[in-house]
């Protein structure tokens, strides 16, 4: 098998991140591993192995079969077998199908709102997915919702899975005081419920005015980022919450923080779960997608409903007052994200899966 991952950009975020690591990963076990970013590079690109194969097609419109032609031909030029298209790239591989048919599509949902997407991109998912070989899901509602909705036989559940990268040179200096510091790695969109997070550190700016919230993301510069920094504004935690936008040292950053917390509303199974995990970091996360078959509340970290900031406070503040519990719960953390979420487990489960196509 020959196979190249797509992904709209190599901005940090969830799917990008996982483009690269199945880029990566096939790059050690299959004769030729690719990678294609259609519409924009990024800082992911410096973490793809000198092995992986690039191709920026600098895709600008929905229909552009000049990007497709290209596609066409990289993948002719190496005799690609499979595209494995992440998330919205999946139209980018339909075009290169109809121009090149004996390409086989694996498509990769990551899309934790994929439920609700509008009925007008529905249909266009819907339609495409007659030419798909086989899904990829990164929960089980996403693989109940397209085996009930899609046609595609094939789905599968796999779960996320990432490494710690200790190779991209640490930059990022947070601010705050060292010891005292919670970390949110998520990009700044609704789905992520930044806003969850200012009504905790607005609770926990007069029990814990010491401590500060960091947060590591892709900032959109959209009407939601202007609300985060007007409401950061107007409940005076200018001291108390700080925002950093994308960055790509994220080992560095993760290894500067002491608890780690995610508060979205929907889910996949992020990525962000598994890096703090394998830095052996605290966690207090919403009972949202995948989430709750990795964290087990109290046992390796605290877990709450995704909208009760009243709990999510108490349990922020407990682990702030317990650093035996943060070593304890970080600990274990690891030792399940080792155990379920290693790349050797995904990998050749993924690999069988295919073949079988």
């Not at 690591?21 to 990678?35: C, H, I, K, M, T």
């Not at 519409?39 to 229909?63: D, H, I, P």
């Not at 108390?240 to 889910?267: C, H, M, P, W």
Request: hydrophobic fraction near 40%; proline fraction near 2%.
């Amino acid at each position: 098998m020959r196979i190249v991952q797509i992904i709209d950009s190599l901005e940090i975020g969830g799917a990008e991140k996982m483009a690269v690591n199945y880029a990566n990963a096939l790059s050690e076990r299959l004769e030729f591993s690719g990678l294609v970013a259609t519409r924009a590079e990024g800082n992911l690109k410096s973490q793809l192995n000198s092995s992986v194969s690039y191709l920026f097609l600098k895709k600008t419109k929905t229909l552009d079969f000049v990007a497709a032609f290209r596609l066409r031909n990289y993948c002719k030029t190496n005799r690609v077998t499979h595209l494995q298209p992440h998330s919205s790239s999946y139209f980018t591989a339909l075009l290169t199908k109809l121009i090149y048919p004996t390409i086989k599509i694996v498509w990769h949902d990551h899309n934790g709102l994929s439920e609700f997407i509008s009925t007008q991109k529905s249909l266009v998912l819907k339609l495409a997915s007659f030419f798909f070989s086989g899904i990829i899901v990164v929960n089980f509602k996403l693989k109940n919702w397209a085996e009930k909705e899609l046609n595609c036989s094939q789905v599968v559940y796999l779960p996320n899975f990432t490494l710690a990268d200790a190779s991209v040179k640490g930059e990022t200096v947070l601010k705050g005081t060292a010891g005292k510091r919670i970390l949110c790695l998520a990009n700044l969109r609704d789905q992520k419920n930044h806003f969850f997070l200012l009504e905790v550190a607005e609770k926990l700016k007069l029990t814990q005015p010491d401590w500060t919230f960091h947060l590591v993301g892709k900032d959109f510069k959209d009407a939601y980022s202007q609300q985060l920094s007007d409401f950061i504004v107007q409940k005076r935690l200018q001291d108390s919450v700080f925002i950093y936008g994308s960055r790509n040292d994220v080992s560095a950053i993760i290894s500067q923080s002491d608890i780690a917390i995610l508060t979205s509303k929907s889910e996949g199974l992020p990525v962000a779960l598994i890096e703090y995990g394998l830095h052996k970091k605290p966690v207090v996360t919403t009972n949202v997608g995948e989430i709750p078959l990795i964290i087990k509340d109290g046992e390796n970290g605290f877990i709450t409903g995704a909208q009760d900031e009243t709990a999510f406070y108490e349990k922020v503040n407990q682990l702030i007052n317990q650093p035996e519990l943060r070593v304890q719960l970080g600990d274990a953390l690891y030792q399940t994200i080792k155990a379920h979420h290693s790349e050797e487990g995904v990998i050749e489960q993924y690999l069988n899966w295919v073949k079988s196509l």
